[in-house]
């Protein structure tokens, strides 16, 4: 197979395959022998069947499909061979695309455009300066923290009457002008609605008060206008609402209040195991703890974040522009040109920042070994844990999880890719000129406005 690469300029590239029937016809020979075996046609025994009949029936297809496979590889190994970096995929060369006929040629022409990734030299040195925020601990927060991890194993109880904020559970009932259960009407047992999620001050104060076993008579679109959470509670399709008039009776059999979990050796004990933390001093202790560390790992996000924004002015990145939008509008079914247009300087930035990052990843020789890829795939999996309020699991379910995560290949290489990264990021904080602030919460967050 004969196989060029036309420069169109330093950016941008086309690569050009010849398929000859000596490619290709050992291939399609052997499909087509592979079918003779297991093609059913009528008068024939199984693996009887002519193969100028088989051919017939199947020669195009098989023909169509051994050329594509055989043109990816030769494409692909080429490209490993040459050593090309590009960004994005091959896309198939515009002026080409319908040049092809499998019903009447014998060889073919493939050609498919390439964007080509830049040529950097990019380091980084003690004359580039980086803000680093020291994030200080205050009373306030400290406290926020705390209410938030009360909230976070807080529980509903059974009150005995509504007020403003608590969840009703009971059933739905539509009426009619005079209050009465609407003829073909929706019913929907068994809702729990939040008082507190009510947009109608109006209709809320009509649960003010209300015990369980009362009815209460309201307009459910006025409580809750929004289609999809009204189609939700009542369990119908969001199409159907617009239909409904909104009055409805509620039939209440239990009314809840929310409440923070209360600070004491059982709440000590659900958070950091049984008799971990035994006193109030020794749990404020750790939440400050745990609030340092939060602190370290927004300083460090942000500072990644500005270590980013300086190599991205420094190295000055060229892209092949207009290869990129159009790569990323036919890799990405539910993306449109206009959405690519509206949105590419965020996409630029990415492209270059990953140029930057894995140029700057091989000049240093920064490795990641399997240990430390299983060490972020158990901190990774620590986090999801503690999204649900879990912060204390053993290190043999954060090791079998990790290694589910990192057997498959598209997640392993993510978390190579950010081991890598953090590492990168490390060795810029150790080089750069570091400009260290100190920095209130509320002010810290303004940087991300």
């Known amino acids: 197979m ?120 990019v380091e980084v040195t003690s004359k580039d300066k980086i803000p680093y925020y020291n994030i200080k601990l205050e009373k306030k927060g400290l406290q926020e923290y705390r209410e938030n991890v009360q909230r976070r194993y807080g529980d509903f109880k059974a009150v005995e009457e509504a007020g403003d904020s608590e969840l009703i559970k009971g059933n ?33 104060k009509r649960f003010k008060g209300a015990k369980a076993g009362d ?63 035994d006193s109030e001093e020794e749990f404020e202790k750790r939440l400050a703890g745990e609030m340092q560390q939060n602190y370290r790992n927004e300083s460090e996000y942000r500072f990644a974040i500005d270590a980013r924004e300086v190599l991205l002015k420094k190295a000055k990145v060229q892209l092949p522009v207009e290869f990129l939008k159009r790569w990323l509008v036919e890799k990405n079914e539910n993306m449109t040109s206009e959405q690519v247009e509206r949105d590419f300087d965020k996409y630029e930035d990415d492209f270059r920042w990953q140029l930057i990052r894995d140029y700057l990843v091989e000049k240093l020789d920064i490795r990641v070994s399997e240990e430390e890829a299983l060490e972020t795939a158990k901190a990774i999996t620590l986090n999801q844990y503690m999204q649900y309020g879990i912060s204390s699991v053993p290190d043999d379910y954060l090791t079998k999880y990790a290694k589910e995560m990192l057997s498959k290949n598209e997640e392993a290489r993510r978390i190579y890719d950010r081991r890598a990264e953090e590492k990168l990021i490390r060795h810029i904080r150790d080089t750069a000129r570091v400009d260290e602030k100190e920095i209130t919460m509320d002010k810290f967050r303004k940087l991300f406005e």
């Open 215 to 277: 009815e209460v008579l309201f307009d459910l679109k006025k409580a809750y206008p929004n289609d999809a959470e009204l189609a939700s509670l009542l369990r119908i399709r969001n199409e159907e609402v617009p239909s409904l008039s909104g009055r409805f009776k509620c039939r209440i059999d239990e009314i809840k209040k929310f409440e923070k979990a209360a600070v004491d050796q059982e709440l000590f004990d659900k958070i950091y195991g049984e008799g971990a933390v």
């Open 2 to 121: 004969e196989i060029v690469k036309e420069n169109v300029d330093s950016l941008n590239a086309v690569i050009r395959l010849r398929v000859q029937p000596s490619d290709y016809e050992e291939r399609v020979n052997g499909v087509l022998k592979d079918y003779r075996k297991k093609v059913k046609v009528d008068g024939f025994r199984p693996g009887m069947v002519p193969m100028g009949l088989v051919k017939k029936m199947y020669y195009k297809p098989v023909l169509v499909d051994e050329v594509n496979k055989l043109v990816s590889e030769s494409l692909f190994d080429y490209i490993r061979e040459q050593q090309i970096k590009m960004l994005g995929e091959p896309l198939l060369h515009r002026e080409d695309e319908k040049k092809l006929n499998f019903d009447s040629d014998r060889e073919f022409e493939f050609a498919f455009d390439i964007g080509l990734a830049p040529d950097l030299n």
């Open 172 to 204: 739905l009932v539509e009426v009619d002008e005079n209050n009465n259960v609407a003829e073909g009407g929706i019913f929907s047992e068994g809702i729990s609605m939040s008082l507190d999620m009510m947009k109608d001050e109006e209709e809320r």
